[in-house]
């Protein structure tokens, strides 16, 4: 029998309002910090330099933002994604303070939008996800909606609630590091020499960097994050798709583009929020990843050293960035597309 | 000259009695910990939530059963097998105590037994390996026995002795966590809504979720355990195999059974003992491991909120376990079973 | 545009006498150190346990002599080498005191050498790498000398000036770990019986083992070092190569043979000095990766239980190196050498 493996949720278990605690707490170490480090390439010195940490005013080195993001998404996927048809769209995720070496995250899942598909087989389900650390304060939080099977076609369709959701966060609802000094020796340390003020909208940056994924490497950093989701572990049961492939999680490819895009954006420190992304099209083992970035609005901040800039960064397969000119036609995405996220950053101003 | 390369022990060479200290000594780093949990997507939270581990009375989180198993095992390799004709089985592991990050494991390893085969150019040799932590406490302790290639086959037989060996680790022999705290949120933290009184002997599970391993990741947990034996990381001296492949570490593949029977055994925290195991059938990168669960044993324990469960895993490739009915019939395994372990586990009651 | 992505520099940007301030200050972290272990497979004990490098004097256990460096060198990849025709060689490498986990290294390197070649198009630069600590410590220096395009072919040719370099680091410059307890124990450790009177010049070390490189584990160790040097990750740009492949960078090759050499040389138990090296070919995933060892010199020092071998590490791929006698001919290297270096190791004497 195998009544005691966890299913996972359909559709109509899903109840507006409901708070969904999801397993596996987990204390961030420095072995995550490395492997991270190993699996992208990243050279952010926030990350990995202490005395740059605390240069800036951090108590200690935080962790990037996208491992802890990884880390604390990855636990919703056995309760929320598990049965999912489809990953249709994240919005308003925010960065809401850093994450450090020995924190713990947890995180939960209230459901905020329920719409039953008109087929009557599954539904859209909207969840607001929120980690929080070992002190219960948030750190992360973000939506996301998914379509879900129904396993029961004849329970009732449940009221459409569909939420109302921000196209980005706005600069007022950007959580600034405090008290976060800029200083002369900040270009030293990422080796880039252009600041909030260089960069303008519209600019795109053709990062020339490129990272081929292979199976070992995607797998290593899904399990990581103790993301769960089958398609990226299991080629057996890949086997029986068109592509016949393991997939790769969407995150690596993020994880991928933010890496390749530090030339150009070097002091680009922080990522203040997610405002949205498409994995246009799927990555799998082989694929080299590369990057390009448009500058996609610049913001002032409540803070006298810091900008932020609103960014969209285009992942792209087995073609530089320097080949493609557009990203999306009429008739949708360019084949090669793989990512289109947009995103925000904090960047310190020059002058300060 | 190669005069210097240590050729490793011949039968002839392991007398009766005797005690091998085996090399490097190894402190376990919070990096140990990360790459276990990448290594196999393991997400017990035991081994990767500290204030989880905290709650139930450990003084720091544990690291995960198997990782110190295989670690201190590692070490014995180039002393007790790097001659080996074949490795015939172990029994009797118990795990003593728990291993903390900062804890130095050293292994040492007896003659119990010695059987000089019936054509003079090989013998089998027992041994009792123990490891202990830098107080010099023991912490894991196992038999294992091999056979060995002769060098000097005029060397004279040994006397010999066959060490008796329990089929199984009694229940009173298992070493409890003290104080171990049973509380209503664990759970919460596993994910899990079974417990001890909700299995029953002879029940089995049928773990959905597969895992393919690649030669990368399969290597790199290998040498993290420092197991030097050539088979698994050579592939030019592979070559010239029937199969022509590195050999999987077969501790490669029991620790990705451990993760996937997860979904089910949730909150079977702690492995208690190895009882025996047999590795039936060689895995190769490429191979997607699959498992399967059989109760074979329900204990009451000394521990008011403990209770034990002997399991049989059924560790399968290339073929899920809902496709797998014999795992073992008058002509042997069945060919995609690549283990069968018996192995004891310390699950919380209910109603406590 | 990407006029914010760094070119790099080519030949007309060097100046002699030039400090060059390299970016990515960088924290060692357990992590690392637990991911040169499964990356290498090494099993130094000075490496992996604490207590064992406590008992030799160290006040905490140092990493590896070849993690420390590589991720010193990776700095100098962005600002050196990136539009490298070719890495020529490095020279006078020191390992002037312990590297460990906490330390922040940061590099610097200056220009100590310059030369136009004779075509116009391009240039030798040579130039003196430096890595200190948090405390401006150095820790690591080396000189290395690479050919770098020129951009403007018009740009006057400097001054030539070609440093003076030493074959090889002498033994009263080489830096001794203070105190540095010899004891009995340290053959236990180990695993090695043979101590600096029992080597002598002249000698070759066949070591049996072999590891084969994969795509996954090549480009997680050089991401680990954050060499960006694009070769060894873009499988779609290496495709338009003769060979068509990711190249393994050099470092990889260097500690899989370290690693290899550890069987016969258990008692090396630092690098004190590299003193020119070579990378005769190049290698691919799917190489494997075998090591012999010849014995250079043998020095005693000001140091009554150290003394030092300087040896000749001869990287081989697809080939043991008991098929291998001539390294090199009159026509060059043997096809399969892929790596010639020479460097020193302390070693303790006997009888102490």
């Given at each position: 029998m195998t009544g005691k493996i966890n299913a996972g949720r359909f559709f109509e278990d899903f109840k507006l309002g409901e708070v969904i605690p999801h397993a596996t707490p987990r204390t961030i170490t420095s072995g995550d910090t490395a492997l991270y480090i190993a699996l992208t390439g990243a050279r952010n010195p926030l990350h990995c330099s202490a005395p740059f940490a605390l240069s800036l005013g951090y108590a200690q080195m935080p962790i990037d933002d996208l491992l802890a993001f990884h880390i604390a998404f990855g636990k919703t996927v056995p309760d929320i994604s598990v049965n999912a048809v489809a990953n249709l769209g994240y919005a308003?995720?925010?960065?809401i303070q850093p994450v450090f070496v020995g924190d713990t995250l947890t995180t939960s899942s209230e459901v905020i939008g329920l719409k039953q598909n008109s087929s009557g087989k599954n539904g859209v389900v909207w969840v607001r996800s929120t980690s929080v650390n070992q002190d219960q304060q948030p750190v992360l939080s973000w939506v996301r909606w998914v379509m879900v099977h129904k396993k029961n076609l004849a329970a009732p369709a449940p009221e459409t609630v569909i939420p109302d959701l921000p196209a980005f966060v706005a600069a007022k609802d950007l959580r600034l590091p405090a008290p976060f000094n800029v200083h002369q020796e900040i270009a030293v340390a990422t080796g880039g020499r252009y600041f909030w003020e260089d960069y303008s909208v519209g600019e795109r940056l053709r990062h020339p960097a490129g990272l081929t994924i292979n199976d070992s490497d995607h797998t290593l950093a899904t399990h990581l994050y103790q993301n769960n989701a089958r398609l990226h572990f299991d080629a057996h049961l890949m086997q029986s798709t068109p592509q016949g492939l393991r997939l790769v999680y969407g995150g690596v490819v993020i994880s991928a583009c933010r890496a390749l895009s530090f030339e150009g954006l070097e002091n680009a420190l922080s990522i203040a929020a997610i405002n949205g992304g498409t994995h246009a099209n799927p990555s799998y083992a082989g694929d080299t990843i590369y990057c390009m970035t448009e500058v996609l609005d610049q913001w002032t901040l409540p803070h006298p050293q810091l900008g932020a800039l609103r960014l969209r960064m285009i992942g792209l397969k087995n073609?530089?960035?320097?080949?493609?000119?557009?990203?999306?036609t009429s008739q949708g995405?360019?084949?090669?597309?793989v990512l289109d996220l947009d995103y925000t950053v904090l960047i310190p101003r020059k002058g300060n």
């Open positions: 308003d995720v925010r960065f073609i530089p960035p320097d080949h493609v000119e557009n990203i999306k995405y360019h084949p090669n597309v």
